[in-house]
């Protein structure tokens, strides 16, 4: 394929050589006349294991050149990678001023040419810049419109500097934000030689993907060094903490807790989170992240009443009340503490959880709700469907329970807010209202 890259930093160098290793005929292209003569001459404009070796053989190949001539590397490539920089503003924000500038330059090109051109920007940006102003500076100058008169896509990058050739060649996952078929199609094809399948999603989801990826990289890092600290102050080495904390791929290092909803609960993780921050308060260790989980936890209780209270009704049904399905344990329950709090601010609510019912409570939780929760076990129902018929707004906590009602609730005169994600094919629209989607 012919590909044009344009922006000879990091991500554009990187790629183009190995682009280029991988046989295609590769423009680079950057305002700088520089990093053109740097490519031109065989050298790489950073330093980056390996990249030099890599540009240089492109070149004395011939499948490798530089211009500053944007019409010409259009005119003469099907494929435009942007790879331009998204430094920070004084203020935090981006400044996308040069994404703007290469989109107009890119599509004043366009405009001049017959074939469809296909353009995938790589550059840094926050959900929603591709939608509010790349395609329509794109649109603008080439006079055409996104996915008819050209391709477009937005396909962010995860390569980390020392090891950015060995990251593009064996990557741990791809994503492509795609707004047309043939753009889709041309990567596809250009990937289809790597062993990771990419995933398919908007292009705002793609955005996001990358600021997702970098707080989460931010955040782990962030709390192994709070870890450290803890642990020092224990007396623990932390890196055999930590050596164990890996080693569990099942539930430490996996997708089981990495899943939008509602808050935690349970008999585990608030108490141990409330002892672990307490006792390191003791031992003048200060714990901002260890903190922050529980103001977030916090927050996400709510976010689900305000959610509730912008309804403006006042008939609420819970489905589900123990902190998480097939479990009888209301200890430190989210769904206990959201009923709580309904019920303070006068709200009129039923209950309906299989496993809590009085019918069928024993033991040690039977007493745990006549006497402590005597105010839950008074609204507990019995039935389902009395549930149904009491409430105008019916919460489900527990997608299971709510199996067997999700046809009786499709009327207008029901709203469905969902804390769990009962249906990925489901976004907040209309009578169904999602906590996080």
């Known amino acids: ?49 390996r990249l030099g070796d890599l540009i240089s053989g492109a070149v004395a190949e011939g499948r490798l050149r530089a211009t500053c001539a944007v019409e010409e590397a259009i005119g003469a490539t099907d494929l435009s990678f942007v790879c331009v920089g998204t430094p920070s503003q004084p203020n935090g924000s981006l400044n996308t001023s040069y994404v703007a500038h290469v989109a107009h330059q890119i599509g004043t090109a366009i405009r001049r040419k017959n074939d469809f051109h296909s353009v995938v920007v790589r550059s840094t940006m926050l959900p929603g810049t591709m939608e509010g102003l790349v395609i329509p500076a794109f649109e603008k100058s080439s006079i055409k419109t996104a996915g008819e008169g050209f391709g477009i ?24 934000g795609i707004h047309d078929e043939v753009t889709c199609s041309r990567l596809l094809n250009l990937h289809s030689h790597l062993r990771v399948s990419p995933r398919i999603v908007s292009i705002r989801a793609a955005e996001a993907v990358k600021y997702v990826n970098n ?14 600290l803890v642990s020092k102050a224990f007396g623990v080495d932390s890196f055999d903490v930590m050596d164990a904390l890996c080693a569990d791929t099942k539930l430490n290092i996996s997708a089981s807790y990495l899943k939008p909803g509602f808050a935690f609960g349970g008999s585990c993780l608030p108490k141990d989170l409330c002892a672990l921050r307490y006792r390191a ?64 601010r006068g709200y009129r609510v039923r209950i309906y959880d299989p496993v809590i019912r009085l019918s069928s409570l024993v033991g040690a939780n039977r007493a745990h709700v006549l006497e402590h929760l005597p105010h839950i076990a008074d609204l507990l129902l019995e039935r389902a469907e009395d549930l149904v018929e009491h409430s105008d707004v019916i919460v489900v906590g527990d997608a299971h329970a709510f199996e067997p009602l999700a046809d009786q609730t499709e009327r207008e005169d029901k ?22 989607w």
Request: proline fraction near 5%; charge should be negative.
């Open 281 to 344: 308060r003791m031992l003048d260790v200060e714990t901002p992240v260890l903190d922050g989980v529980w103001r977030a936890n916090e927050n996400q209780l709510e976010a689900a009443y305000r959610s509730i209270e912008r309804t403006g009704q006042r008939r609420i049904g819970l489905v589900g009340l123990s902190f998480k399905p097939d479990t009888d344990d209301l200890r430190s329950s989210p769904f206990v503490q959201l009923a709580e709090r309904l019920i303070g």
């Open 215 to 228: 707080a989460w990289h931010a955040l782990k890092i962030s709390f192994a060094n709070e870890v450290g």
């Open 1 to 49: 394929m012919n590909i044009s890259i344009f922006g000879i930093g990091y991500v554009g160098a990187v790629a183009a050589a190995c682009l280029a290793r991988d046989g295609h005929e590769v423009t680079a292209v950057d305002i700088n006349p520089d990093k053109v003569d740097d490519i031109a001459c065989g050298r790489s404009p950073i330093v980056e294991p």
């Open 153 to 176: 896509a937005y396909y962010p990058e995860f390569m980390r500097e020392g090891s950015a050739i060995s990251d593009y060649d064996s990557p741990g996952a791809m994503v492509f």
């Open 415 to 436: 709203l469905v807010i969902d804390l769990v994600r009962i249906d990925r094919r489901r976004s907040s629209n209309g009578q169904y209202q999602g906590l996080c």
